[in-house]
């Protein structure tokens, strides 16, 4: 590598965003260079750039949904080579503390998150153990999509599916339509519920068995029919509303799974009927971030084609346009923004 500094997407603080040129990071014995093929933005880019989120940091790097190849390799990397087709889990996490020993290494409490390492720059820098490798051939698009489809695998994983149950989906952004695809992946009957018709449209698409659009119809009434009064075996609700989750609650079968899968902001709280839990003996769940066996999880679900991530980009845009498109997430229009950083060779 020739080159000493990069493009980075700038944040100084938030609203504020600009092309600078930086160095590029400096690779420790144990690290990986990697440079940014196609990096997507999550609503979470979006809401840390609003200045909303007190516990975002600035100035900074945003992104944290990628793909791309291995640029250079400390000299303690034996299993991986310059060119190689990789993923990397930006979040790098402790690997000492109760969470990391527990199993539950999403909740790290020594976490740390990507400093100045976002992925809307040219290249970024991790620990080994942070790299997923790609086979080869597999569209580094639809592999940008790892980090989210891992959420949502571990969302799927604690409603404990069975073949043949209905799950109900309520949202259908890209992640609940990632979402849908999984449960029908574990062998679910899946409806899903949204008020913008092409979102319904798309989720009939991918596979949904029915969708319903709560604005013309009735959505317990839907369930109750679909499924001769017995209710949804599981449910996950993609968007922040504490209505939803008291909406919602009635709907559920017995013994049914119910994931709060989106954060609620404002803060908010809810009504339940505490007899409804005890008496149909609902789970009440909810799962946030991922750990690296999810993200194995959701490499294999994209590379063996049960899950359809590429076709969730509505948007492609250059690294410059990144503004842009922060703006077209925080309006809703479309589906997936994935920025094109360096692209990959056709
Ligand atoms: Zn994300
Ligand atoms: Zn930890």
């Known amino acids: 590598m020739t080159e000493k500094t990069m493009r980075a997407m700038w944040c100084e603080e938030p609203q504020k ?29 979006v809401r840390a750039y609003s200045g909303l ?29 310059i060119g190689q087709p990789v993923v990397p889990d930006l979040i790098v996490k402790c690997g000492t503390c109760k969470a990391c020993l527990t199993g539950r290494p999403n909740k790290c409490r020594n976490v740390v998150f990507m400093q100045f390492g976002g992925a809307f720059a040219d290249y ?14 597999t569209s580094k698009k639809a592999a940008a999509f790892m980090e989210p489809l891992a959420c949502v695998t571990r969302g799927q994983n604690m409603l404990n599916l ?5 799950e109900l989906v309520v949202g259908l952004g ?20 949204d008020p913008i018709p092409d979102r319904l449209t798309k989720a ?41 989750v008291e909406q919602l609650i009635p709907i559920m079968a017995p013994g049914g799974r119910l994931n709060i899968f989106a954060g609620i902001y404002p803060h908010d709280t809810v009504q339940i009927d505490p007899n409804i839990i ?53 309006n809703r229009e479309g589906l997936k923004v994935m920025i094109e950083v360096n692209g990959e060779p056709e």
């Open 204 to 244: 009939l698409e991918l596979g949904a068995d029915l969708a319903v659009n709560p604005a013309e119809e009735d959505l317990a009434e839907v369930v109750d029919s679909f499924t001769d009064g017995w209710g949804a075996d599981a449910a996950v609700i993609t968007v922040g509303s504490a209505r939803l």
């Open 162 to 166: 069975y073949p043949g149950e209905v």
């Open 17 to 45: 965003l600009e092309v600078r040129q930086i160095p590029i990071h400096e690779v420790g014995e144990n690290d990986v260079l990697i440079k940014v093929a196609y990096a997507a933005i999550c609503p979470w880019d």
């Open 124 to 137: 970024v820098c991790v620990p080994q153990q942070n790299v997923h490798v790609l086979k080869p051939g």
């Open 53 to 81: 989120s007190k516990s975002v940091k600035f100035p900074r790097l945003l992104g944290h949904e990628m793909s791309g190849t291995v640029a250079a390799v400390g000299k303690n990397v034996k299993n991986l080579s």
């Open 278 to 330: 005890h008496y149909q003996e609902l789970i009440l769940t909810g799962s946030a971030d991922s750990t690296p066996i999810d993200m194995n999880h959701a490499l294999d679900f994209i590379q063996n084609g049960q899950v359809d991530t590429e076709s969730l980009i509505s948007h492609l845009l250059p690294l410059e346009d990144l503004g842009k498109g922060f703006e077209i997430v925080k």
């Open 174 to 193: 890209p992640i609940g339509l990632m979402h849908m695809q999984v449960a029908r992946a574990f062998g679910a009957r899946v409806i899903v519920s």
